[in-house]
């Protein structure tokens, strides 16, 4: 598949490098054209990597990752344009993290909303799915670093298409399919996001962030 | 010890029983003194099980465990009296569910506040800890009924003595050590209660509430 990752911090140069090496041609977005991050990731990652504009990246792709910081994800997806992202499958990665008040963070959009549902609001021709916003990037993409595997990913998206798509994508990364929750509805992007400050205060606990979540059942 | 649950629910229920099970004098608190549940309740018991109202359960005890829904819980805290309440371990398992727009509720309190730091300023004198509120009761009080108690418990709250006597009792209940995990302040129980609609669109998804979380590190 072509597939644009929006953001080229290490959630996005994470990601985009496990999906070059899973064998799809891949597009790291940026502001702008010749973004150092991006260019010099794209040097390193082989012939099916690429570095291109926001615009660029989406034009040219299938699926659409957006892996930016909250705060700016829905004018990173403005600059990607509303054209570029319809009928698109367009996976949710962020988080919206409210750093004002010092660490950790609060959530800017949360409880009754949530970053994805506001995606899906400002671009419905785009598929949402949220998915993969639980966790570092290095276990987003390596899930056997942790337990052997043994613990959870989720997804929420209210196309059952997109959602096969990006749990195909999720098997590349090497999840198993008992591992990967379909929790419904987009809706339940609230309870994805709200993870977040338990996260980050096991986090604060642990110090340090390589950790995951297994749910344990009957 | 004795130790008061406030609130004639199945948590509340359900924690008094093994409580009482576990050796503690237990008063079930409730409105009135002749509430059915709490009076049924502790015929059933044993000599070691009485009710009581709010305000004579917490009189008694050493210490006090709020099992009350989260909408309710400052008003019973206030029936127990800010006297009662002061310098007792005050374990708070509510959840502040809001149920007003159908299922799953959305909280009252969340983000850059909690239900437990709400009710530690309503009563400074007492030693709030927040506990247990991630699972439903007879988890809470078998652990070992899930994976062989491979999951977690978290604790928040200010007075390390306070979580001492806390983690005592989730030994007792069959909490293993490494199991129990502090997750420090008070303020982190902002993200224990953010848990909560991630847990309630796992229930939605699966059907039943018989799950806990295990945290997976490296």
Redesign the interface.
Known sequence: MRIAVLGTGVAGRTLAGKLVESGHDVVLGSRTATNEAAVGWAAEAGPRAKAATFFDAAAEAEVVINATPGAVSLEVLAAASTKNLAGKVLIDVANPLDHS?GFPP??SI???DSLAETIQRAFPTARVVKALNTMRADVMVAPD???GG??DV?M?GDDAEAKAVVAGILREFGWRTEHI????PLE?A???E??L??????F???G?N?????????
């Not at 929750?181 to 419904?184: A, Q």
């Open positions: 008040a609060s959530l949360s409880n009754t670093r942790l337990a043994d613990h989720f929420a929750r379909d929790l419904g339940s609230r309870g994805l709200m993870w400050p338990l996260w980050l205060r096991i604060l606990k642990q340090n390589v950790f995951n979540i297994k749910v344990v059942s009957d």
